[in-house]
């Protein structure tokens, strides 16, 4: 029974052509997560969703962008991708109420950019 | 926020026991050590948290030092399926439990 869902998990897109990414959950979580993890990297947050407050890293940049249209839907948009946002990108949550925030995390999504 | 330093990467035999350090000096006292690791080709799981206690279930166990400068991740038994990348996150609960993931340490077990 799939938790977090990613789709698609592999994806293909040129060079500054935008392209979005999505997750959704069946676990009624009211926090969401965006990851990015480059190759031999740890995942770095990218930005967090607390209920409807969205929440920016401060290093993440402009061109990351996200919408959370409901409790189980949230998207990464990439406004102009470049062969450095080439990575596996992670969506996990988590609920607030659970004092131990433990997150749930999906297959994630394989971005190539070319 | 807290950094962490772990062995980049260790070795153990299947059905040996594994301990996995990783030292927090800068722990604030209100921050919960989670633990999470990542197979191969997987998104991370959650293994354990504790705050100063020791905790176990069914995974493993998390030993605390007293000055909670330091825990030490335990796997009792390791099998193959236990190789996989091991993270030592301290989180910070008031900033919507959002995860800085360190180095971690790379967790290889032999047949």
């Known amino acids: 029974d799939a938790m977090v869902i990613q789709n698609p998990r592999y994806q293909v897109t040129q060079f500054g052509k935008p392209v979005t990414l999505s997750c959704s959950q069946t676990l009624n979580h009211n926090v969401m997560y965006w990851y990015q993890q480059k190759s031999s990297q740890a995942p770095k947050l990218l930005f967090h969703y607390y209920d409807k407050d969205f929440n920016n890293e401060a290093d993440t940049p402009d061109n990351f962008q996200s919408r959370r249209p409901n409790t189980s839907f949230c998207f990464l948009d990439i406004r102009s991708p470049g062969l450095g946002d080439a990575a596996m990108y992670l969506c996990?949550?988590?609920?607030?109420?659970?004092?131990?925030?433990?997150?749930?995390f999906g297959p994630g999504t394989r971005l190539t950019v070319t | 926020d807290a950094k962490t330093t772990q062995p980049n990467s260790m070795e153990s035999n299947e059905e040996e026991p594994v301990h996995l350090p990783c030292n927090h000096s800068t722990i604030s006292g209100t921050d919960y050590i989670h633990w999470y690791r990542q197979l191969p080709s997987q998104g991370p799981e959650y293994v354990i948290h504790?705050?100063?206690s020791n905790v176990n279930n069914r995974m493993a166990s998390l030993a605390i030092a007293e000055d909670r400068k330091s825990s030490t991740l335990i796997l009792h038994r390791a099998t193959l399926r236990d190789a996989a990348v091991y993270y030592c996150i301290p989180l910070i609960y008031n900033q919507g439990g959002k995860l800085i993931f360190g180095q971690g340490t790379e967790l290889s077990v032999k047949p």
């Open positions: 996990a949550t988590s609920r607030s109420s659970d004092r131990n925030y433990e997150q749930y």
């Open positions: 504790g705050l100063t």
